[in-house]
């Protein structure tokens, strides 16, 4: 269907980016907990994410130890939205 966007439907990626889509970011760890998945799989998200474009990833330190934040940028955003459209759409046309 036009408007599904096949890098954010996957569940564990829809999920992500519906939850980072409530806050200007998130820790890497809060996220990983939140969605309960792996460091890895996790990673592995954020990282085809970033390079698309749709979420940004910063490192720092917070309580002595280091961190990573990320947080969806407007095109993230724009996609998340367009996505959902698409979503009601083919819902909507379920009998």
């Known amino acids: 269907m036009a408007g599904l966007d096949p890098l954010i439907h996957a569940p564990t990626r829809l ?3 519906a939850t980072l889509s ?3 970011e998130a820790e890497f760890v809060t996220l990983r907990d939140a969605l309960d998945v792996s460091d890895s799989v996790l990673s592995k998200h954020v990282s085809a994410l970033v390079e698309a474009g ?3 990833s910063r490192k ?3 309580a002595g130890r280091r961190t990573t934040w990320v ?3 407007p095109v993230g955003r724009q996609a998340l939205r367009d996505h ?8 909507d046309a379920v009998e």
Request: zero cysteines; charged letters at 15%.
């Open 71 to 73: 947080g969806l940028t």
């Open 22 to 24: 409530g806050v200007s």
């Open 54 to 56: 749709y979420l940004h």
């Open 15 to 17: 999920e992500l980016v």
């Open 60 to 62: 720092g330190v917070r």
């Open 84 to 91: 959902v459209v698409a979503v009601r759409r083919l819902i």
